[in-house]
């Protein structure tokens, strides 16, 4: 478990995180997401005993960071923010430094740099100086070193920073893949990556949580939750579709892109999952309509967080 109390960090009269109390559960992918100078990367450093709290108290499978460090930092595995290493190694001996540093010997050593060097594919770098890999192959032997001692808890600022999109989506694989047994806390900017790999979300801004919810849950305060998006054919008129979609008694209000012929009709508050589904489909087939596309929005993230955060970006 890792137990996270009344968290707070002031620089001078600056205090950057405000009061963060939160518990995170083996199995939990939990993702922190904020607009840019929320605090995420401070609440990391503290976390992963990389700088004092001002206030409060962690704990990492049992050992307190501030009385038992050594045993605290042995759970945790850091890719710290900008994915630091030493720029005149080479991924293969930066590998060995850190499993040695992680008492890792013997056959288990050998085991454990063979699985992180083919779980980030790094055996075509492994002795060019890290000086010289591209911004993808740095933050996958940041990556590796993270995780070369299988540890428990997981602490990923930024991982698929400065991936391609094929990369991000194989971080994301490993990620979760690893998710079973681990707990994972990730920072991201990336809301698709919230959905794609995070149990959990935790949204913070100015220091202080906003929002701590499942994707899901989080999506269904969008005011596109449940909302219906269609189409119409180049012979329909938009006008009087529009108008007959508005005469519908379960939603919210009618929005319409013309240069898309697009309608989207949103779900009032109160609708209930399929409510406006089912009477936007009777209407349809009532007018015949000429519908070139017809889908169920389930809830957009990123409106969510840019209402949430009051519209800062991350
Ligand atoms: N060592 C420091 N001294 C003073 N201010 C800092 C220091 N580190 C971070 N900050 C400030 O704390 C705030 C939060 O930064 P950070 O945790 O990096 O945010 P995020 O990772 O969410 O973008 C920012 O305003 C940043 O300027
Ligand atoms: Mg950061």
Not at 66 to 92: F, N, S, V
Not at 271 to 291: A, H, K, M, P, Y
């Given at each position: 478990?890792?137990?996270i ?21 083996p ?12 605090g995420?990367?401070?609440t990391m ?11 409060g ?57 063979d ?41 990923l ?17 490993l ?38 919810d ?9 005011r596109?939750?449940?909302a ?29 892109d ?54 800062s970006?991350?």
């Amino acid at each position: 478990m890792l137990k996270i109390e009344n968290l707070t960090k002031r620089y001078g009269s600056h205090t950057v995180v405000d009061d963060l109390s939160f518990c995170c559960a083996p199995g939990e992918v939990l993702g922190f997401l904020g607009p840019n100078g929320a605090g995420k990367s401070t609440t990391m450093k503290m976390v992963t005993g990389f700088v004092p709290p001002t206030v409060g108290r962690i704990s990492i499978c049992g050992h307190d960071i501030d009385q038992a460090p050594l045993e605290a930092r042995r759970c945790i595995g850091y890719l710290p923010e900008g994915a630091p290493c030493y720029p005149e190694m080479t991924p293969r001996s930066f590998l060995e430094f850190v499993a040695d540093i992680r008492h890792l010997t013997g056959t288990d050593r050998n085991t454990r740099l063979d699985s992180v060097i083919e779980a980030l594919h790094l055996a075509p770098v492994l002795n060019q100086s890290i000086d010289t890999l591209s911004k993808g192959f740095k933050r996958r032997v940041g990556l590796a070193q993270a995780i070369i001692h299988d540890p428990e808890v997981l602490i990923l600022d930024e991982p698929t920073d400065g991936l391609d999109p094929n990369q991000k989506h194989e971080v994301r694989e490993l990620i979760r893949s690893m998710a079973t047994n681990k707990m994972i806390v990730l920072s991201t900017h990336i809301l698709e990556e919230v959905e794609a790999v995070c149990t959990r979300a935790i949204i913070i801004a100015n220091g202080s949580i906003l929002a701590d919810d499942t994707p899901e849950q989080l999506a269904r305060r969008s005011r596109y939750h449940n909302a219906v998006r269609l189409s119409v054919g180049a012979n329909e008129n938009l006008d009087q579709a529009q108008a007959a979609l508005a005469q519908l008694v379960s939603i919210d209000g009618v929005e319409v892109d013309p240069s898309s012929r697009t309608i989207t009709v949103l779900a009032g508050a109160q609708t209930r999952d399929g409510e406006t589904w089912q009477e936007v489909f009777d209407l349809i087939s009532r007018q015949n309509w000429d519908i070139t596309s017809l889908q169920l929005e389930t809830g957009q993230l990123d409106q969510v967080f840019r209402e949430i955060t009051g519209g800062s970006h991350a």
